[in-house]
């Protein structure tokens, strides 16, 4: 069922994505040229890089390892545009780097999918199938959002009522999925969400601040940090999650990823409701 279900479950998120999308969307980072490399460089580089820092620091088996190696690859989701939206962020911003990185996260998640299980579990790890992977998450991720860009070219009316509906349910399905992933692994989940807990929550906090800090280095205005923030603290866990459980067939795996999709969703509402309340009182 997982097999089917769970790529199902992706795929109607990625479509709800592509609704709310347009090629000005694609094309906009021309005009905002620097605050979307920041952003860019932040996901697909620091990202990978602290996740490696805290897989070092802090022990965990070979499996909990790799799944927090495909989460640092999974692009920011719908949840970082909507938080964005509440902190008074720059939508369009965070918008256009989920766009932009999700349809390049069919190259990345499994290359990096790859070099962590070759780096962390070694001959234990099962079997990755590198091009049937790439063409498996492009069709998951890639084509359902283009396929919702198609139908709002067509009829944007129909996308405006359509995305009404596909926004809460993509938040449904996802936690459905991140719960449906811990519920999997019930018997061992209390010892196994205690190791993966405080590296989860760590790896997230340390993203955002960086994050944060750098958007502030490279003196962006308020709104494009707050949009970088999120989207380099919130990840799209149900990516992972289907990499673990359908590709990968490994339900270990998936429990940092699970662990850290619902952990995300506190510390940032949290940080939209802060900068928020900074913005008001300015």
Known sequence: MKEVGLPVALAIIMFGMGLGLTVADFTRVFSKPKAFLVGLMLQIISLPILTI???????????????????AACPGGVTSNILTYIGRGDVALSVSLTAIISLLGFITVPLITGWALTTYMGEGAPELDLAKTIIGVFVITTVPVV?????????????????????????????????????????????????AGLPAIILNVIAMFVAASAAAFMALPRAQRTAITLECGLQNATLGIVVALTILGNAEISIPIAVYGLLMLFSGFAYAMYVKSKSQAE
Not at 53 to 71: E, K, N, R
């Open 53 to 71: 820092l805290i897989i070092t620091v802090f022990p965990m088996s070979a499996p909990f390892a790799v799944g927090m190696m495909i989460l």
């Open 147 to 195: 396929l919702g860009m198609i139908v709002r070219k067509i009829s944007a009316g129909f996308a405006d009522k359509a995305e009404k509906v596909f926004g809460p349910l993509s938040m449904i399905v996802f936690i459905v999925v991140v719960l449906g992933a811990l519920y999997a692994e019930r018997d061992t989940v209390v010892s196994q969400i205690s190791q």
